[in-house]
Each structure stands twice: as structure tokens, then as C-alpha cells.
């Protein structure tokens, strides 16, 4: 089994501040996805990270891919209460087809 | 352009009893994968399906069976219900190539209850 472990759990944060979310392996994955997930609904898929030292922006949403393609961060910049949700990083093995979901990160911008 | 629909939306068991839950893939894609999610934890690989087949599996017990259409649905049943089997049932749906790079879009779920 792959695990991927996030952290933080638990975020509470202001508006206006920004923040970064990490995601971190022992094993090494052909890509990684980051998924935002509203309450009573499914993962929506932000970004998708296959090279290592990737870096992909996406407006205030900055994803970067481990150098080792272990680990991956998630970087927002000024963060607004439409951010708030739970952020989820999902890992493909090589070859397998199925996503190693981590424990995912609780957000909660407070306006 | 209709993404991935699953239904139910909630459904309500008792323990020993058996269910059926179904998926549409979103348009274009031919695999279907199944997800369990407790409160408060990531999405938990159950199995995929791709040509009618299942592909791969997760760590759960054949209880858990699945089936997919030649219009590429899926359904997952689960048989002798538990407690434990209380979750969010989500089915995503991917095209089966290298590009794709195992990108997966979910549907809204279906939120089990065993009581």
C-alpha cells in the first residue's frame, strides 16, 4: 500500500494570508493530482503533476512536484473564503491505474 | 457535456441487507472506478473496471462485487452489509490511455447508511 500523508490536518486561516499544504510519500508515483472536496460532494480535480520539480500555477494556486516525485506542496496565495474546503493529493503507481489517496487538509478561510 | 452521475444520492440499509449502487462516466471516458470515503478520511480504492472487466482491486472483501456495461456504467454492490460499510460511495470515471495520466473526474457520491 502507498501512503500518502498531508499536513496539516486542520487549517484555519484569515483572509488575505496565505498558506501552503504538504503532501508526502515514501514512494515514488508516475503523477500526482490535487483534488478540492465540498462537503456532501465529490473530489474536483485541480492540477495534475507528472514531472519532477514541476511547478504549475493556477491563479492563486501554486503546485509543485517533489524533485524524488514523492512529495508534492500546495501553495495559495491569499486566500479568500470560496478557498475553503478539503484538499485531497492523490498519487498514480507506475503502471496502476487506481489513486493512492492522502488524509487530506481542512481549510477554512474565515472572511 | 454531463459529467459523472451516480444514484442514488443517500440511500438507508440495515445490517445483512444487500445494495446496488450505479454510475454513469462522464462522456469520452471507458474506465470506471469505485471509491469508499469515511467521515473524515481520503477516498479508498475498491476496484476499476474497463471493458466489462475488473482491472484492478483494493483491499476490501468480496462482498464487494462490481459490474460495467458495454455503455461503459458501472454498478458496485455490496452484500451482507456492515456497520463499518457507512460512507460515501464516489465513482470516477478516466480514459484508459498514457496521456491521461491516470487523471480521474468523480461523481457526487452516494452517501450509505447502515443502520
Known amino acids: 500500500t502507498q501512503l500518502l500523508e498531508q499536513s496539516p490536518q486542520f487549517l484555519s486561516i484569515q483572509e488575505g494570508e496565505n498558506l501552503t499544504v504538504y503532501c508526502n510519500s515514501s514512494?515514488?508515483?508516475?503523477?500526482l493530482q490535487w483534488y478540492r472536496q465540498e462537503p456532501g460532494e465529490g473530489p474536483v480535480l485541480l492540477v495534475t503533476?507528472?514531472?519532477?520539480?514541476e511547478v504549475k500555477k493556477l491563479k492563486r494556486l501554486t503546485f509543485q512536484f517533489g524533485d524524488a516525485r514523492k512529495d508534492s506542496s500546495l501553495h495559495i496565495t491569499a486566500a479568500q473564503p470560496g478557498d475553503t474546503g478539503l484538499y485531497l493529493c492523490?498519487?498514480?503507481?507506475?503502471?496502476?491505474?487506481?489513486?493512492?489517496f492522502g488524509t487530506g487538509t481542512r481549510l477554512t478561510v474565515i472572511p | 457535456d454531463a459529467g459523472v452521475t451516480q444514484s442514488p444520492t443517500h440511500l438507508i440499509k440495515t445490517r445483512g441487507q444487500q445494495v446496488t449502487l450505479r454510475c454513469s462516466p462522464k462522456?469520452?471516458?471507458?474506465?470506471v472506478s469505485w471509491y469508499q470515503q469515511a467521515l473524515g478520511q481520503g477516498p479508498q480504492f475498491i476496484f476499476q473496471?474497463?471493458?466489462?472487466?475488473?482491472?484492478q482491486r483494493g483491499n476490501f472483501p468480496d462482498r464487494f462485487s462490481g459490474h460495467q456495461f458495454p455503455n461503459y456504467s458501472s454498478e458496485l454492490n455490496v452484500n451482507a452489509l456492515l456497520l463499518g460499510d457507512s460512507a460515501l460511495y464516489l465513482c470516477?470515471?478516466?480514459?484508459?490511455?498514457?496521456?491521461?495520466?491516470?487523471?480521474?473526474?468523480f461523481g457526487p457520491g452516494t452517501r450509505l447508511t447502515v443502520l
Open positions: 470516477a470515471s478516466s480514459f484508459r490511455d498514457r496521456v491521461s495520466y491516470n487523471e480521474q473526474f
Open positions: 462522456s469520452g471516458h471507458d474506465t
Open positions: 492523490a498519487g498514480a503507481g507506475s503502471g496502476a491505474n487506481n489513486l493512492f
Open positions: 503533476v507528472v514531472t519532477g520539480g
Open positions: 514512494s515514488v508515483f508516475s503523477s
Open positions: 473496471y474497463y471493458e466489462e472487466e475488473e482491472r
